[in-house]
């Protein structure tokens, strides 16, 4: 499938916006460019929703008033990403935007694509915590699953965790959750 955009000119959030759903890509706007990049694979989605699932559980578990979201826009002061998902506070998608404002984003979770490899692990991290996102997650995959758990210090994610497959790692923040990278992926 090919993908026709008549656009000149800088892009903005609203322009990302108003282009058609599109199951199959997720448009982000990276400064004034746009990035398009094809829908996850198969274990990235089951990784994805099992993780989705846990963090759900975990959250309500707790009372936490947080809402776990897959997929969803969120803006930045300098564009729109579309994290795998994002623990945002329960009050900023009450009324079902289109968008999360990035100051209610208490963790984002990228789970690395072998096609943005790049984007998972430097440039979005990178944005992440110019935006002040106080809690960062990273889903490697290669030789086997894994989950580098970072926090927000001085301006930089510091590594906190490393949560290894096979064995559960019982996390504090943004609410306490234990996890076994290796059931994210198992069919």
Excluded: C
């Excluded at 199959?24 to 699932?53: D, K, N, W």
């Excluded at 984003?105 to 935006?131: C, F, H, I, W």
């Amino acid at each position: 499938m090919s993908v026709a955009i008549d656009h000149t000119g800088p892009w903005t959030v609203a322009d990302v916006l108003a282009l058609p759903e599109d199951r199959t890509i997720r448009y982000e706007l990276l400064g004034e460019s746009l990035v398009m990049s094809p829908a996850p694979g198969v274990r990235h989605q089951r990784a994805s929703f099992r993780l989705h699932v846990a963090l759900d559980a975990a959250a309500r578990a707790v009372g936490a008033p947080v809402e776990i979201l897959e997929g969803v826009n969120v803006v930045l002061p300098s564009g729109l990403v579309v994290p795998d998902l994002v623990v945002a506070d329960a009050g900023a998608t009450a009324e079902d935007p289109a968008t999360v404002d990035i100051d209610a984003v208490q963790l984002v979770v990228e789970l690395v694509s072998p096609g943005n490899r790049t984007m998972d692990r430097k440039v979005k991290p990178m944005l992440y915590a110019e935006a002040a996102v106080p809690r960062f997650w990273r889903v490697e995959f290669d030789p086997a699953p894994m989950l580098a758990v970072y926090e927000l210090e001085g301006g930089r994610y510091v590594e906190r965790a490393t949560a290894l497959a096979g064995a559960t790692t019982n996390l504090d923040a943004p609410f306490p959750v234990a996890i076994d990278p290796a059931g994210l992926t198992r069919q």
